[in-house]
């Protein structure tokens, strides 16, 4: 088992790694739309595609990329708020169609509007 860590992500903020390594598989935690300024973007478009970098970036750093990506569960801040996450998740993993789950949590921390959690393979 290896813990994943990069500074192209934001840093875990808890008793929890950004990204386990095991078995050939990735685990990446929840992903928040954290820039590396701490700031949160405006709008879930921005939020998507932010929330999603760093779940690249994580990815990058254990060896591995989006289209290696098993398994997603996305969490939304309000169903209402799927059409446009569901665009901005397809752009970005344009034709790799991952299993995935979505899932409403009203009170994401910091007021984000979504969280992106992966499985991968190593």
Known sequence: MNFIATADAPPAAGHYSQAVSANGFLFVAGQLPIKRDGSIPDGVDEQTRQALSNVNAILVAAGSSLDRVLSSTVYVSNIELWPEVN??????????????TVAVSPQLHFGALIEVQVIALA
């Open 87 to 100: 665009r901005v998740y397809s752009e970005v993993f344009c034709n790799h169609r991952p299993a995935r």
